[in-house]
Each structure stands twice: as C-alpha cells, then as structure tokens.
C-alpha cells in the first residue's frame, strides 16, 4: 500500500510546498504595504508573478537536498536545517536575479519577511505532517514490513530498536535463520530459503544483521533480493565502530570506509564553526562582563589566593591546555587529580554559590577566543582521568577529534556530575558524529534554559 502511493503523496508534498512559497512573498507585500502602510514602487501583480516562478525553483531546490526523501530515520533538527539551508540559498538566487533585471524594484522589507514566512510556512508543515505521520504509524498504520536475516545479538538490538521507536512505522514480518531460537518473534525459515519467502511476502525491506560467522551466506542473501526486487539494508557484524554517517572513500572501484570522518573534518564546516565561536565569545564576554567582575570582587573577598583558577586538561588532538576558572575553593594541592564534590569542604561559601549558577565557568569564554575550546562540544577532562578512561571506557578518546567545549550535549542531557562517563562518552561521539551549526544552537539555548543552574556539579 505505501509503494502503490509513495509517489502520490510525494506530488502533494511538493505541490504543497510550491503553494506555501508561492503564497510567501505576496504575504510579505502584505504586510509591507498594509498592515505597515506604504506605496509600492512595484504593484501586486509583479509580486505574484514572481512568485510564480519563485514556486518550482524551491520545489527543485528542495528535490535536489533530498527533501522528498524518506524522513523515518532522519531527525527533524537536520530536516529544518536542510530546509532553511534551501529557503536561503533560493532566497540568494532570488536576489541575484533582482539585481540583473535593473528595472525591477522590490521592497526590501517585503523580500524579508517573504524569507521569514517561507521558512515559518514550510517548516511548520514539516512539523506537523511529522507530527500527523509519527501519530498514525504509532498507532499501526503507514507501516513498512521488515524481514530481518539473522537471529544474532545484532539482529535482536535492531528489533530493540525499532520496537523503542514505534513512530517510525516499521513491522517486523519475521527473521531468517538457521536456528529457530528467537522467541516472540516469527520464523520465516532458513536463510537458504530466502528467494522463495521474499517473493512470497514482498517486504518493503530486508535488513541483514548476520554475525561474522554466517557471513558466508551474504551472497545469498544479496542475490536473493535483487532476483525479488527487494531493497536491502546490512548491519556488519563491526557496526560497533562504525560512525553514524561513515565517509565512503573509493581506490578504483575498491570501496574503502573511513571510520572516524567527522563533519568538523571539513574546512567549510570548521570555519563556520570557529566564526560563531569567535563571535559569540566577544558577545558572551560582553554580556557578563558586570557578573564577572561581581564574581572577581567576591573570590578576592572570601579567601587569599588569586581569582582566576588554572587547570591543565586536555583538548584537541590530544593537546593539554589550562582552562579557566573563577576560584571556588582554598587553595590545595589536589586540583590536578581530584574531582570536587558538592559537599566538599575545600569550597567556600561564595564559591559554592558561583558553582550553583555556573558564573565560575564564565572566563572559560576567553579559553574560547584563544582557541583552546568551542562555545559547545565534549568537556575535556584531567589528564589524569583521560589516562584512566581511554583503558576502561571504548572510544573514550574520540572525543578529542574536536575542541573540548564549554557545555555540550550530555551535560544538557544532565549527564554531569557523578554520572556514567560511558554514557557522557555515547552522547559527545553522537554529536561529533552528527554535528550541524543548528545543533550547536539547539544545545546553546538548551543550556540555557537547562544548564545553568547545577544541582550538583563535580567537574
């Protein structure tokens, strides 16, 4: 059923689409001249016109970004931020051609708020059709039938998996294999089998989570589903280090997996980065510079010592660097070795109360304009402690693929403090794996609203 309309559905996403931009600019006419008052040097009728063309050119923009795929497996922050990526890059075409026909003159008010109504119109009918799509597989309908090959740990966290996440619409029909010991789930034979029973079911799709000792029978499996016009997916039995976007490099027609490329890899994307970065360091210093100074007076005033704390930890590639603080607690001789704990006795009364609301780790942004850290990413640790989880901890050391950040998604996630480093671990490699300049937003006003206030803070 869902093959049979796919197409059908995707024309009326489009020409839905085609309506919203195309009822945008007028919109921002709308308001530029009626509800703000105004004559146009341009009438009506030149806005609508242009829309009209303006319509198609994003419906073929949005094609192009693949915003017609299947959006089941794709997290909605990186939908909206394609989108927005495609409304801008129209938005620029728009203008460029504005500027070669000279004698057109539009507002340039109205052309703004046409950029913010072509944005709020069609991410707010993603939303909502993501909303109205994740309700209705919930409940049973939409769904795409899987047929899994394999009985395996790996076959078994996959249906986990899915089984977690009932809005993403996929039934499990069965698995394949050779050994029927997966109770709870249906046997649809033996692997040897599996041109018969694909042609009989028509699956929407066969995930393959064969172990490494049945990888033998892939070829198989892989015949039979091309002979049955059936869409394969494999899960490979190293899929434990494998990246969530793995970068696909080629040596003649020898494809080769990069396991560990990162988004930050790229140029464009570090610098984007950096810029914000650098930016909102000078914003953020600006802002509480009042608060810092308030928080100086106070660390003078409740114990000798100086005001600013300096601790060795480690960074980017590996490279130690002093990240600063205001001073919390007297001066001892463990701060290279030792967490601090929220009842700590080395603490005094006003570093308590700056540790509560985070305004000790204000200096941190000028670690950021030095480049030692970001605004967002993993926070970097004691060289103490990355010697003893790097032994203890799988892929402890990834995160210092990029620079180390003052807060990031596990501590937004309210993985600070004495919780598992495992799953601090899990959180930063989900970001670094899936960075975006949205995500780093997304987790900046996270913070905001989440992070400040510490119930109780160790690190």
Same mark, same amino acid.
């Given at each position: 059923?869902?093959?049979?309309?796919?197409?059908?559905?995707?024309?009326?996403?489009?020409?839905?689409?085609?309506?919203?931009?195309?009822?945008?600019?007028?919109?921002?006419?709308?308001?530029?001249?009626?509800?703000?008052?105004?004559?146009?040097? #341009?009438?009506?009728?030149?806005?609508?016109?242009?829309?009209?063309?303006?319509?198609?050119?994003?419906?073929?923009?949005?094609?192009?970004?693949?915003?017609?795929?299947?959006?089941?497996?794709?997290?909605?922050?990186?939908?909206?931020?394609?989108?927005?990526?495609?409304?801008?890059?129209?938005?620029?075409?728009?203008?460029?051609?504005?500027?070669?026909?000279?004698?057109?003159?539009?507002?340039?008010?109205?052309?703004?708020?046409?950029?913010?109504?072509?944005?709020?119109?069609?991410?707010?009918?993603?939303?909502?059709?993501?909303?109205?799509?994740?309700?209705?597989?919930?409940?049973?309908?939409?769904?795409?039938?899987?047929?899994?090959?394999?009985?395996?740990?790996?076959?078994?966290?996959?249906?986990?998996?899915?089984?977690?996440?009932?809005?993403?619409?996929?039934?499990?029909?069965?698995?394949?294999?050779?050994?029927?010991?997966?109770?709870?789930?249906?046997?649809?034979?033996?692997?040897?089998?599996?041109?018969?029973?694909?042609?009989?079911?028509?699956?929407?799709?066969?995930?393959?989570?064969?172990?490494?000792?049945?990888?033998?029978?892939?070829?198989?499996?892989?015949?039979?589903?091309?002979?049955?016009?059936?869409?394969?997916?494999?899960?490979?039995?190293?899929?434990?280090?494998?990246?969530?976007?793995?970068?696909?490099?080629?040596?003649?027609?020898?494809?080769?997996?990069?396991?560990?490329?990162?988004?930050?890899?790229?140029?464009?994307?570090?610098?984007?980065?950096?810029?914000?970065?650098?930016?909102?360091?000078?914003?953020?210093?600006?802002?509480?510079?009042?608060?810092?100074?308030?928080?100086?007076?106070?660390?003078?005033?409740?114990?000798?010592?100086?005001?600013?704390?300096?601790?060795?930890? #480690?960074?980017?590639?590996?490279?130690?660097?002093?990240?600063?603080?205001?001073?919390?607690?007297?001066?001892?001789?463990?701060?290279?070795?030792?967490?601090?704990?929220?009842?700590?006795?080395?603490?005094?009364?006003?570093?308590?109360?700056?540790?509560?609301?985070?305004?000790?780790?204000?200096?941190?942004?000028?670690?950021?304009?030095?480049?030692?850290?970001?605004?967002?990413?993993?926070?970097?640790?004691?060289?103490?402690?990355?010697?003893?989880?790097?032994?203890?901890?799988?892929?402890?050391? #990834?995160?210092?693929?990029?620079?180390?950040?003052?807060?990031?998604?596990?501590?937004?996630?309210?993985?600070?403090?004495?919780?598992?480093?495992?799953?601090?671990?899990?959180?930063?490699?989900?970001?670094?794996?899936?960075?975006?300049?949205?995500?780093?937003?997304?987790?900046?006003?996270?913070?905001?609203?989440?992070?400040?206030?510490?119930?109780?803070?160790?690190?």
């Amino acid at each position: 059923m869902i093959r049979e309309n796919q197409r059908l559905l995707n024309h009326l996403n489009m020409a839905l689409d085609a309506l919203l931009v195309f009822l945008s600019l007028p919109l921002g006419f709308w308001v530029r001249f009626c509800l703000l008052d105004g004559i146009p040097s #341009v009438p009506l009728s030149q806005y609508v016109r242009a829309a009209l063309i303006l319509a198609p050119a994003h419906v073929l923009i949005y094609a192009f970004l693949g915003l017609y795929e299947s959006v089941r497996r794709k997290r909605l922050y990186q939908d909206l931020g394609t989108l927005f990526g495609a409304n801008t890059l129209g938005f620029v075409l728009f203008q460029m051609a504005l500027f070669l026909m000279r004698g057109v003159h539009f507002s340039r008010i109205a052309l703004l708020f046409y950029f913010i109504f072509v944005n709020l119109l069609t991410a707010g009918k993603r939303i909502f059709v993501r909303k109205v799509l994740h309700h209705f597989r919930g409940a049973g309908y939409n769904q795409k039938h899987i047929v899994v090959m394999g009985a395996g740990p790996l076959a078994r966290r996959y249906v986990e998996e899915l089984s977690r996440s009932p809005e993403l619409g996929y039934t499990i029909d069965g698995y394949m294999a050779d050994d029927r010991d997966w109770p709870g789930v249906p046997w649809l034979g033996h692997l040897d089998k599996a041109e018969a029973v694909l042609d009989r079911r028509s699956p929407d799709e066969v995930v393959a989570a064969l172990e490494m000792e049945d990888y033998s029978r892939l070829t198989q499996i892989i015949q039979a589903c091309e002979k049955t016009g059936v869409k394969l997916s494999l899960i490979p039995f190293y899929a434990q280090y494998i990246p969530a976007h793995p970068q696909i490099d080629a040596l003649g027609e020898l494809p080769l997996i990069n396991l560990r490329r990162i988004p930050l890899d790229n140029l464009g994307n570090a610098f984007l980065k950096r810029t914000m970065d650098i930016v909102g360091a000078l914003v953020l210093i600006l802002l509480t510079s009042p608060l810092m100074l308030f928080a100086a007076v106070g660390v003078k005033l409740s114990s000798p010592g100086p005001v600013i704390f300096k601790q060795r930890r #480690v960074g980017l590639n590996k490279k130690p660097f002093y990240m600063y603080k205001f001073r919390s607690m007297r001066l001892n001789g463990d701060s290279d070795t030792a967490w601090s704990t929220n009842s700590d006795a080395r603490k005094t009364r006003f570093g308590a109360f700056i540790r509560k609301f985070s305004i000790d780790e204000l200096p941190q942004f000028f670690n950021v304009l030095k480049g030692d850290m970001s605004l967002v990413g993993p926070r970097p640790e004691l060289p103490h402690y990355v010697e003893q989880f790097k032994e203890e901890v799988p892929l402890y050391m #990834v995160k210092h693929q990029v620079r180390p950040g003052i807060t990031g998604w596990a501590q937004v996630n309210g993985l600070r403090g004495d919780t598992s480093i495992a799953e601090r671990v899990r959180h930063d490699i989900y970001y670094i794996e899936n960075w975006t300049l949205l995500f780093d937003i997304k987790i900046l006003f996270m913070t905001l609203f989440k992070g400040v206030v510490n119930q109780e803070k160790l690190v």
